[in-house]
């Protein structure tokens, strides 16, 4: 199914949407990778605030090329989010609730989404030019020194994403591949 | 003996940098183009699609295809009769490299030491690979890795009692483990023989071949299209959403090997494998 939905996203919405549906987002996603989830897990281990109200947020998983002049940001797809894995129960458990990546995820990321009814949303991977049309804003708002890597606000118009880990914990890359398998 | 300023190889370094990461080569936009038509899956046929369009996108509004403009791996062919001259040619390559992704707006994705990781804020130093050969020209291959591909890569060493289906399953294994993180539909190099860097070195300068060249020889050649056939019996498909086409093709490259072993490297890259050769 096709879908819009407005970030921040609330649980009741999170919790209509299925895998395989089609969903334009819009509204405010915030984007970090590797490095800026190593700086949010150290600043709450030691009991500081994340640069953001994670509450209802979505993270996409990305680090952009850089902004030609006049433009608001340069090429703009998902990264692998595996890597994001070790860090993102935690910030679940605490109210995130969208993810935008691209491949898969643990157990523990599963059971998570699960517990919490959270979603996680695949963009195209290698999409870059494409998807960053729908970002019309864009602003730095933490860990600036890590360039690529740093935190920025989004804003995003009809972001085109697929629902990949639904709050049932259905998994897209589980069920689809075995349709097109073929037995040697 | 033919004297070459080293400047000039960071001149064509730069124009290769900014040039193949906004357009792809023709036998890539071949290849991803007509995978669009042989797609079953209306997923995947989706998936295809926006890929093409996404092409023309980066192309005609100058934004980088993806995001991960890669680490830029060097190839350098130098002929034996060339003399550089006006300073070091690693100077100048890591000199081309940092032009090309300052002035082209590309991502700078290198971290200096792996484990402090702190971004050398210029995507340098390059990955260079030095080859001496006959005459007096440079041939100068470049090849921008991303890494969501690269992470995917394995090299294993196989007993020779493996034989070849020791080699196929080893690269439908680095296929099928890849699966969705690689950003199917992949392009795959695979290295055979050698020891343990020489086959991963083939393997990576196996991606770089043209998709529409034939390899060293006919055995070669029926092997990789054996391959592609059985990664595409997997049905990971585009995106890994499920689909026939997970492997656009797979390039082999072989070398002789030691009598106790049979080296197998399986360089994973996704459909925006970047290559394009200058000679001087």
């Not at chain 2, 980066?58 to 403009?69: G, M």
């Not at chain 2, 023989?193 to 770089?208: H, I, P």
């Amino acid at each position: 199914m096709e879908k819009y939905i407005s970030a921040p996203l609330t649980e009741e919405c999170a919790k209509t949407l299925r895998a395989g549906d089609m969903v334009y987002i819009s509204g405010v996603v915030y984007s970090a990778r590797d490095a800026a989830h190593e700086r949010m897990s150290k600043a709450l281990d030691e009991g500081k605030p994340l640069p953001f109200d994670i509450s209802g947020s979505i993270i996409y998983y990305l680090g952009p090329s850089p902004a030609r002049p006049g433009r608001v940001i340069g090429s703009a797809g998902p990264t692998t989010a595996s890597r994001m894995d070790k860090y993102t129960p935690r910030l679940i458990d605490m109210g995130l609730i969208g993810m935008i990546g691209k491949g898969k995820r643990t157990k523990e990321v599963k059971d998570a989404i699960k517990r919490r009814g959270a979603v996680y949303f695949a963009a195209i991977g290698g999409a870059g030019a494409l998807l960053s049309k729908c970002i019309t804003a864009a602003e730095t708002i933490a860990y600036e020194d890590l360039g690529t890597e740093a935190i920025r606000k989004l804003t995003v118009k009809d972001l085109p994403v697929i629902v990949l880990i639904d709050s049932d914990g259905t998994d897209l890359y589980e069920t689809e591949p075995p349709k097109y398998a073929k037995k040697p | 003996m033919r004297e070459i300023p080293v400047s000039a190889i960071s001149d064509a370094l730069c124009e290769m940098c900014v040039s193949i990461n906004h357009r792809l080569s023709p036998d890539m936009e071949k290849l991803i183009y007509s995978a669009r038509e042989a797609e079953e899956s209306p997923i995947g046929r989706m998936v295809l699609g926006k890929l093409c369009e996404n092409l023309e996108t980066a192309r005609e509004e100058t934004i980088p295809i993806c995001q991960d403009t890669g680490m830029a791996v060097v190839f350098l062919d130098v002929g034996q009769d060339v003399h550089f001259t006006g300073g070091s040619i690693e100077d100048a390559v890591n000199e081309g490299v940092r032009r090309g992704y300052r002035d082209g707006y590309l991502r700078k994705s290198v971290v200096g030491d792996p484990l402090e990781r702190k971004n050398t804020g210029d995507n340098t130093p390059a990955v260079i690979h030095y080859q001496i050969v006959k005459g007096d020209k440079v041939r100068i291959t470049l090849a921008p890795k991303g890494f969501g591909s690269e992470n995917m890569s394995k090299v294993f060493m196989l007993k020779p009692a493996q034989g070849i289906d020791g080699v196929k399953d080893a690269v439908i294994s680095a296929i099928r483990d890849a699966g969705p993180n690689a950003c199917p539909p992949m392009y795959v190099g695979v290295g055979i023989g050698g020891d343990f860097e020489k086959c991963a070195l083939m393997a990576k300068r196996a991606l770089t071949r043209s998709s529409d060249s034939l390899p060293a020889n006919e055995k070669t050649a029926e092997l990789e299209k054996e391959l592609l056939g059985e990664a595409n019996a997997l049905g990971i498909g585009p995106a890994g959403l499920g689909g026939r086409v997970t492997v656009l093709k797979i390039n082999i490259e072989t070398y002789p090997t030691h009598i106790a072993g049979l080296p197998v490297a399986v360089n994973i890259c996704c459909h925006v494998n970047r290559h394009i050769g200058r000679e001087i």
